[in-house]
């Protein structure tokens, strides 16, 4: 018949725990216990403290004693070993010793031990895994709150970078209907000043003695020629020299030459090139990328068109054609 010892190896226990536990629990079902107690430590750290219990063991006083027995539920026990075991599994704690001895466990009775020794196993390690499986459950559900927070908070994060954006897009369709209001204003306001100029124009023409620069001219052209009746030729020159000197262009006159046909107009010498661009668009409907002046050769693009024609030279009047 197999030992104790056999009988532990082949339910795949190492040996020398098996050797160890057989010693602590001196009976096969109590080294069962034992090994499954232990089931985490190595080897040799079961040896170190089985070392340190002999080396701390004080001389026992009940080396008399035939067995112990548990006065909490009156079981014996053959040694204190076992009766340790014992104290360990139930949680009693009120021991004596006994004179009686106990006589060997028949095979029967030790089957039995084992079978109840191998069934408290299966339950323990049945009871461990219910306890490992509610604590992944209960990891997992950590898990998933977690994800879902920060889930949300990418979320919240997505949805404060959409307002962000939609306010600055608003923002900019605000600032460019500004921008625009401004251009259409400011070339409102030269459109009528050109009408101004035009009808002041057309009434100089019509009465050129009312208006001090046209009556001016007018009154020199007089005088220079009753200069020239009395034959005084110095004062006809004097009076041309000062006309000319005295006559200021306020605006240009402008010719575009285009692909679908020309077009003139007069514009206000501070006037850019872009507001004439925006002018020749609106009149047009073509927009210019650029002005050339045949003579002298000269291309005015989009980065001149911040010049007045006053500073582009185009100044009394130019020809220009439209790119």
């Avoid at 232990?38 to 070392?51: F, G, P, R, V």
């Avoid at 200021?248 to 501070?270: I, Q």
Wanted: aromatic letters at 4%; charged letters at 35%.
């Amino acid at each position: 018949m197999a030992s104790d010892l056999d009988q532990l190896v082949d339910m795949g226990f190492d040996r020398e725990k098996s050797q160890l536990a057989l010693k602590k629990g001196g009976n096969l079902p109590s080294a069962i216990d034992w090994l499954d107690k232990n089931a985490d430590k190595s080897l040799s750290d079961l040896q170190a403290d089985d070392a340190d219990e002999d080396s701390s063991a004080l001389p026992d006083a009940s080396a008399s004693a035939a067995s112990m027995v548990c006065n909490d539920c009156q079981k014996k026990f053959r040694n204190m070993t076992a009766a340790q075991a014992h104290a360990e599994r139930t949680g009693h704690s009120d021991f004596a010793e006994s004179s009686e001895e106990i006589a060997p466990l028949t095979e029967e009775e030790k089957k039995a031990q084992l079978e109840a020794a191998k069934q408290r196993m299966v339950e323990r390690k049945a009871k461990q895994a219910e306890e490992d499986k509610v604590a992944a459950k209960r990891n997992d559900e950590i898990k998933r709150k977690h994800t879902k927070e920060s889930d949300d908070a990418k979320e919240e994060l997505r949805k404060k970078e959409q307002i962000k954006e939609a306010q600055a897009k608003r923002q900019e369709k605000i600032d460019d209907v500004a921008a625009k209001k401004r251009i259409k204003d400011k070339i409102e306001a030269d459109k009528a000043e050109r009408k101004r100029k035009a009808d002041e124009e057309k009434a100089m023409r019509a009465n050129p003695g009312a208006y001090d620069p046209q009556g001016a001219e007018g009154a020199g052209a007089g005088s220079a020629a009753a200069a020239a009746t009395a034959g005084n030729a110095a004062a006809v020159t004097a009076l041309q020299a000062t006309r000319t000197e005295g006559r200021k262009f306020t605006e240009a006159r402008l010719k575009f030459t285009m692909p679908g046909g020309s077009w003139m107009h007069n514009f206000p010498v501070e006037t850019t090139l872009f507001e004439v661009a925006h002018a020749l668009q609106e009149e047009s409907g073509m927009e210019a990328t650029s002005f050339t002046q045949s003579f002298p050769k000269k291309v005015y693009d989009k980065g001149d068109f911040g010049m007045t024609l006053k500073e582009a030279g185009l100044v009394p009047s130019a020809a220009l054609i439209v790119g």
